[in-house]
């Protein structure tokens, strides 16, 4: 049950794409096409915003997306703005209906 | 409208014990795993345990193992996380979530904050 790595932070200007990485192994996310992302402003309860690798929940604009190669997950925010700035978190299924997140990544946009 | 609302948090010594309480609202409760997920200040998100729809199964992380119990009514619509033998690192704010297969979590409550503490 260890954490998923990601990049402490990251950066973009508006209109810019930024790329946030989310490594496992081969039992969590290598293993299963069950990762989900989470946005979380300061103070306020993480959201959904992309599950089953790529998936999107009503509402997320198709700016975010997913890509999934081997033990590593990358969200990809295209046209970056504002209000993207936050903490976004990758999590995995680990079998045996458990689950393990990423430590987590700032997004700053310049 | 799906609304979770946990409670129950508060200051406690350690080797002491808490009982937080998530009241569900908005949605068929019976018909989704639950789950509690923490926070410790300034850190990252950690899952902590997880039931079935109907109780029958549970799952823990491997830190909170023999000291935390998760428990369901479904008759009350509620969630409960049973913490006992608290550590100063149990300090978090607690979050409530319905939690799809489990693959997901889809819709988390705002959180409770326990800080274990002398």
């Known amino acids: 049950q260890s954490a998923l790595t990601q990049p402490h932070s990251v950066s973009g200007s508006p209109g810019q794409s930024v790329t946030i990485s989310c490594t496992g192994t081969s039992s969590d996310v290598g293993g299963y096409d069950y990762v989900s992302w989470y946005q979380q402003h300061p103070g306020k309860a993480p959201k959904l915003i992309i599950y089953?690798?790529?998936k999107r929940p009503s509402g997320v604009p198709d700016r975010f997306s997913v890509s999934k190669s081997g033990n590593t997950a990358s969200l990809t925010i295209s046209g970056l703005q504002a209000e993207d700035e936050a903490d976004y978190y990758c999590?995995?299924?680990?079998?045996?209906?458990?689950?393990?997140f990423g430590g987590g990544t700032k997004l700053t946009v310049l | 409208e799906v609304q979770l609302v946990e409670s129950g948090g508060g200051l406690v010594q350690p080797g002491g014990s808490l009982r937080l309480s998530c009241e569900a609202s908005g949605f068929t409760f019976s018909s989704y795993f639950m789950s509690w997920v923490r926070q410790a200040p300034g850190k990252g998100l950690e899952w902590v345990a997880n039931i079935k729809k109907d109780g029958s199964d549970k799952y823990y992380v491997d830190s909170v193992k023999g000291r935390f119990t998760i428990s369901r009514d479904n008759a009350k619509n509620s969630l409960y996380l049973q913490l006992d033998s608290l550590r100063a690192e149990d300090t978090a704010v607690y979050y409530c979530?319905?939690?799809?297969?489990?693959?997901?979590?889809?819709?988390w409550g705002q959180g409770t904050l326990v800080t274990v503490s002398s």
């Open positions: 089953d690798v790529n």
């Open positions: 979530a319905t939690q799809f297969g489990p693959r997901f979590f889809d819709y």
């Open positions: 999590c995995s299924y680990a079998g045996t209906y458990t689950v393990v």
